[in-house]
Nanobody
Framework: QVQLVESGGGLVQAGASLRLSCSASGRTFSSSVMGWFRQAPGKEREFVAS????????YYADSVKGRFTISRDNPKNMVHLQMNSLKPEDTAVYYC????????????WGQGTQVTVSS
């Protein structure tokens, strides 16, 4: 069983930065694809970024490309999302997710952390 715990959310002004972190339990972290998703009030959950097992390949939603950076630390079972130049439209609950067997769906999800960007 895998448990994912996000941290680092908060309330910031537009243009500020935040760094989200996700800690994973279990032995599958280093062999799994990790992703970040977000869900704004009244909207569907959407993909934000993902990173492959080695950390050498990353993917981003167009809306965050150039502003957000995903990274991972396999020895520490951690994945991070550095968010720069935040905009009010980035306001959402951010979720960390783990995928054991690409291209299958993500298997495990965290509880989410709130990010609020004021204008």
């Amino acid at each position: 069983q895998v448990q994912l715990v996000e941290s680092g959310g908060g309330l910031v002004q537009a243009g500020a930065s935040l760094r989200l972190s996700c800690s994973a339990s279990g032995r599958t972290f280093s062999s799994s694809v990790m992703g970040w998703f977000r869900q704004a009030p009244g909207k569907e959950r959407e993909f934000v970024a993902s990173i492959n097992r080695s950390g050498l390949s990353t993917y981003y939603a167009d809306s965050v490309k150039g502003r957000f950076t995903i990274s991972r630390d396999n020895p520490k079972n951690m994945v991070h999302l550095q968010m720069n130049s935040l905009k009010p439209e980035d306001t959402a609950v951010y979720y960390c997710a783990l995928k054991k067997f690409p291209p299958d769906a993500y298997d495990y999800w965290g509880q989410g952390t709130q990010v609020t960007v004021s204008s």
